[in-house]
């Protein structure tokens, strides 16, 4: 009967202390990954900037004070594995005034980049950038009331319901708006993009930046009472490593903060059963910066119960440069796009 305390000894108690272990350092870091988890996640991408530059010449002029997407950029990301492409754009561009129809010229150069990219496999994600205003003025006052940004995705949703790679970012980076005004605007907006017949995927902010590092401080409270019939929508969150959180500086914080940053807003999607996406995120092309980088894409990956993927700012005809920009215009890969590739859902071979 010594055979059982020495195989206790021997190969049971190492095991439960190992996973005791990792258990305790799980809970200190403030995540614990869920055991299914660690896939490559579905939406691996990039923002491709440029249709919402101009703000203070609006409508402006297309090709001189902004920039849609062109074939050979997305060619290039979608070369890397990349399936997704962010394209953001102003509402006031494509809606020249509240209540009136999609601007057809505006509405032709969307619709030259959705067609575009869709055909070669694709998703597009589209970004009104407009921050929760129109011409300056935030949603849910009296000269801008709930219901305009509504009945604004309720003719996007019209128009691109029939394309289900096309998915319905609904705002980007919610600020100077109330929590529960913002629900009521996206409560809203997603009634009115069902009533219109469109199931396509919804992407919803929170308020504040739709900061993941505030989540749990400025949305959670209200954002877990998305009323959608189809049940189809997932959290987008943006979230910068710099020494201020704003994506401005190059130099990166610890690569070591990525899982505490993320781990009030994953656990929170974890406790409700619901998906996030991170819409905004870059870094430096620094040593410190690409280990984060590695980093933030290998938590999300093992937290892939939750994240559902990602796009990178960004590509796009700004400062060559500037240090997040990964366009190739150059002729030589950017130090941060190896990175990103590894973690790519794969390439698409439809391009190729």
Not at 43 to 70: E, R
Not at 179 to 189: P, Q
Request: net charge neutral; hydrophobic share 40%; with cysteine.
């Amino acid at each position: 009967m010594e055979y059982l305390p020495s195989y206790f000894n021997r190969c049971i108690l190492p095991t439960f202390l190992g996973v005791a272990i990792a258990l305790a350092t799980s809970l200190k870091q403030g995540v614990i990954a869920d055991p299914v988890s660690n896939q490559r996640l579905s939406y691996t991408g990039i923002n491709i900037a440029g249709a919402a530059f101009g703000g203070k010449v609006l409508p402006g002029k297309h090709g001189t004070h902004y920039f849609y997407p062109k074939p050979a950029s997305i060619d290039y990301f979608a070369s890397k594995g990349m399936n997704i492409i962010r394209v953001p754009f102003r509402w006031e561009r494509m809606q020249r005034r509240i209540g009136a129809n999609l601007d057809e010229d505006e509405l032709r150069l969307l619709d030259s980049v959705v067609d575009y990219a869709t055909s070669k496999n694709i998703y597009v994600l589209l970004d009104p950038h407009n921050y929760a205003a129109y011409f300056g003025t935030v949603l849910g006052t009296r000269d801008l009331p709930t219901e305009s940004l509504a009945a604004f995705w309720g003719l996007l949703a019209d128009h691109y319901k029939k394309n289900p790679k096309v998915f319905f970012g609904l705002m980007n980076e919610p600020k100077g708006i109330a929590a529960d005004t913002w629900l009521s605007v996206v409560n809203a907006s997603i009634a009115e993009i069902r009533r219109r017949g469109a199931d396509n995927i919804i992407f919803v902010p929170g308020v504040s930046w739709t900061s993941a590092r505030n989540w749990l401080s400025s949305s959670s409270n209200v954002m877990d009472r998305i009323v959608d019939p189809k049940a189809n929508y997932v959290y987008e969150v943006h979230q910068y490593f710099d020494q201020d959180f704003t994506g401005t500086h190059a130099e990166c914080r610890d690569p070591t903060s990525v899982r505490a940053t993320l781990a009030g807003f994953t656990n929170w999607a974890r406790e409700r059963h619901k998906r996030g996406f991170l819409g905004e995120f870059g870094v430096g092309p620094d040593q410190n910066c690409l280990t984060l980088l590695e980093e933030l894409l290998k938590f999300m990956e093992e937290n892939s119960d939750v994240w559902v993927g990602w796009t990178y700012w960004a590509a796009g005809p700004f400062a060559k440069n500037y240090f997040t920009n990964l366009e190739h215009s150059d002729g030589a890969d950017k130090p941060q796009v190896p990175i990103l590739e590894r973690h790519t859902n794969g390439r698409n071979t439809s391009n190729h």
